[in-house]
């Protein structure tokens, strides 16, 4: 298994642009999680999904940021726009779920995106 | 409100030592508690899974334990090795959903 997939793994912009963040998850986990991880405040949950459906955004930071998951193997984080108090190590993770009746939430994380904005 | 403490910030020890890793809990109704391992710049490793219903679980040369009533878990690393040098985190499950409260991670150092 490849493990969870993140793209870009760097990526620098400028304040006021959007920006995409993308992941895909191990393939048959049924939760996927966003985090954002800074000096400061340390690992942070953004949302997280439970078969593609958002079930607890309260950690997204303000409108700006937004998130979806169109399908099982596919979830974007997007800021708009960027200013550089976003600047941060952006995870993706993924978890099994429920299976027989028991609940596996070991989590998977990504390698991350580091964000840059200027 | 479950809060994960974990102290200390760092620790530097020799190689070849056996060394504990403290993790402290709030709230004793946790679903499991997990170990992670991050090294500078990289993604984070789950090294450890514990129930809430097991004592401690052991992989290679790293022992989790579990005390709830006590609100600790300690990550126990036998004869430590330079490759070991990473920043360790944990993180508490609760009941009926898939959260995971994070403690702060403490950031090891193995001399050589």
């Known amino acids: 298994d490849a493990g969870v997939i993140q793209s870009p793994r760097h990526e620098v912009t400028e304040m006021g642009q959007e920006v995409t963040l993308r992941c895909k998850p191990i393939?048959?986990?049924?939760?996927l999680f966003w985090y954002r991880q800074t000096m400061m405040r340390g690992l942070e949950l953004l949302i997280y999904?439970?078969?593609?459906?958002?079930?607890?955004d309260s950690g997204m930071p303000e409108d700006r940021f937004s998130a979806k998951m169109p399908n099982a193997s596919f979830s974007t984080l997007k800021i708009q726009p960027s200013e550089p108090r976003d600047s941060a190590v952006y995870f993706c993770?993924?978890?099994?779920?429920?299976?027989?009746?028991?609940?596996?939430?070991?989590?998977?994380f990504g390698p991350g995106t580091r964000l840059t904005v200027l | 409100k479950q809060e994960v403490t974990q102290i200390p910030a760092a620790l530097s020890v020799p190689e070849g030592e056996n060394l504990v890793l403290n993790c402290s809990f709030t709230?004793?109704?946790?679903?499991?508690l997990q170990w992670f391992r991050q090294d500078p710049g990289k993604g984070l490793t789950s090294l450890l899974l514990?129930?809430?219903s097991q004592r401690e679980q052991t992989s290679g040369r790293l022992n989790a334990s579990l005390d709830k009533s006590s609100g600790r878990s300690t990550l126990y690393i036998a004869a430590s090795q330079p490759g070991d040098s990473a920043t360790y985190l944990c993180?508490?499950?609760?009941?009926?959903?898939?959260?995971?409260?994070w403690g702060a991670g403490t950031k090891l150092i193995i001399k050589p």
């Open positions: 993180a508490a499950s609760e009941d009926s959903n898939y959260q995971l409260i």
């Open positions: 999904f439970n078969n593609n459906v958002p079930i607890d």
């Open positions: 993770a993924s978890s099994p779920g429920t299976s027989g009746g028991r609940s596996y939430n070991e989590q998977f």
């Open positions: 514990i129930q809430s």
């Open positions: 393939s048959g986990h049924d939760y």
């Open positions: 709230d004793s109704a946790i679903y499991n």
